[in-house]
């Protein structure tokens, strides 16, 4: 099954409740990568202020700090590509990388960038 | 002493920073040993008087003390662990990533939970059965964790795949990311901690109303985990025979009484021990063997001593501080310094000399802000209730963000909540509405966020954004949030401190904490200073002799500009017993 590496900024929390506002985004992504693991998907996530070396040993992501900062983060990698930067995948493109079927359980929640980090 | 009978394996002392728990845990550890035990001191004191304590040096490796058959001890210095820490992080990518992605990380491991964590990692090898600590019957620690650090470790979602794998989603245990020691060994201390049969904890306090409410909350916390096994320590009474000396201590000696007869009923429930105050330095074997006898020893400075005291007054530094016209002050400091009681006495001295003022605090009593509301010209008083504001900020984050999250999840972003920061961002975010006056009048708080919790608002942007929306809202001029911050003539940090070692040590702390947000602290109050009361009771003209010394090191080394603030007979509530507190006529003894 295709590996899917998700490089989160530095987070104090990865629920984000340190900041002034908790990003939604962050939130239901969390949901969505336990929803796509349950359901057999490969996903890793490496977060800046815990795992930096995996920032730095892998070079697409390196080059991705260098050109754009830490600002730019997230980005998420799928069989080593660049498959997205800068927000969290909804759960749908997490399932199409992953080659899963949705089921209609879906919580009700925007794909879409959902302020804070984006 | 009720808390040396039958003690356990592990004893701990808990309590804030100043009230003398190294120098208890120090008489402890030496009680224990002369009565034929073997024991290990552990010490975490930032000041590291320990060593000082027993005339050798000590350091991070177990040493026998000479003159004291039986009795080992060891340092840990919290700060080094955190940094090594740190560099076993970030070391290996040092120069392989940009310098500021290294920056930001190094910023998001040094706040106070990765102190406490590494701390934490340091006790676990002592609270679990190992070669190393075989060889004694009793280990007697200076310090205790805290309810935050101990609840998470007990959270098994904050641990799922976490520690084991390297990796996942925990929260303000991901500092905890870089530790060695494994979850078991964790879970070991943890049981260790809550197991009646091997801990004992004291809870140590001085005999003031808000200490003892506040170590009245550590109690219940603690308690609720599971560390049953609690004793009470009243330290540094002031006797009831130096009370006839002088109406200085006559009032101290009052008002401690009076708070040892409204002693919270959880605590008056313990079994309790006082110590009374010493009018001798707490170094050397001799000293810490009288410290928990029963007998009193006279005080040996004499009234013609003359206290040599250069005590410039809170009110010539408000003189400084009205020159500009308008502008933030914030008061910062640990708790029970008095910072809302001396954000007060600026805001008085501000209004009086015809400036608008606005004084807002978080002080939970509110009997300040009453007596002062409507009572001056030119001064307004508002108030904001720090747990009110915590409560609501915690409700609206599980309300809105905890609705999807698991049952394992949803424990640990409660107990994320619970965190010290937690409390602090959201005062902070309620006093930040308040902020934007500051630009056409005075506006005087009572707290502060630390430097860490601003460099890492900052770099999220969530505080610029969250300033800026309601500075846009009244279509103000601004810069940046953080540049107002760090500007002298828009904000001026005050540093409250006490005259004693460790609360001087702690403000140095925050300061080195806010210097690395780029903010200078402006000047430093020492509050409650006995030398600047000047006292005629032999055993207050002792302490008052002891401050001296602290008082040099703020006004030498630590602070650009100071004032000292007398220990006053009467509680400074109201217009005319602030202004007392900051009047220009202290002189020395």
Redesign the interface.
Known sequence: MTAIEIYDP??????G??????D?AL??F??DV?WAKQNGARI??????????A??ENAIV?AF??RS??EALPLVLVAGEVALAGRYPSRSELARWAGLVETATE?K?SGCCGG??C | MKFLEQPPRFLFFTGKGGVGKTSIACATAIALAEAGRRVLLVSTDPASNVAQVFGTIIGNRITDIPGAPGLSALEIDPQAAAQAYRDR??G??RG???D???K??EE??S?ACTTEIAAFDEFTALLVDSALTANYDHIVFDTAPTGHTIRLLQLPGAWSGFLES???????L?PL??LDKQRAQYGRAVEALADAERTRLVLVARAQRSALNEIARTHKELAAIGIAQQYLVINGLLPEEEAKQDSLAAAIYEREQAALRALPAELAALPCDRVALRPFNLVGLDALRQLLGATPSPANASEDEPIALDAPSLSELVDAIAADGHGLVMLMGKGGVGKTTLAAAVAVELARRGLPVHLTTSDPAAHLSETLHGSLEHLKVSRIDPHAETERYRRE?LA???A???AA?RA??EE??RSP??EE?AVF?AFSRIIREAGESFVVMDTAPTGHTLL??D??G??H??VARQLDAKGAHYTTPMMQLQNPKQTKVLLATLAETTPVLEAAGLQADLRRAGIEPWAWIINNSVAAARPHSPLLRQRARNEIREIDAVAATHARRYAIVPLLKEEPVGVSRLLELAGRAVEAA
């Open positions: 530095a987070l104090c929390c990865s629920t409740v340190c900041g002034t506002e908790v939604q939130v239901s969390a949901a336990d890793e996530r490496f977060n800046l202020a815990q795992q930096p070396l920032f730095a390196k700090l260098e900062g830490q919580p929640h804070g980090s | 992080i970030v290996p990518v392989l990533l940009p500021a992605v290294v930001g990380i998001q491991l706040g390297g990796k996942g989603d925990a929260s303000c991901g990311a870089g984050i809105a963000k905890g999807e999250l698991d999840g640990l972003l994320d909540l920061c937690t961002i975010q890492l608002l770099a999220t969530a505080y954004r969250e």
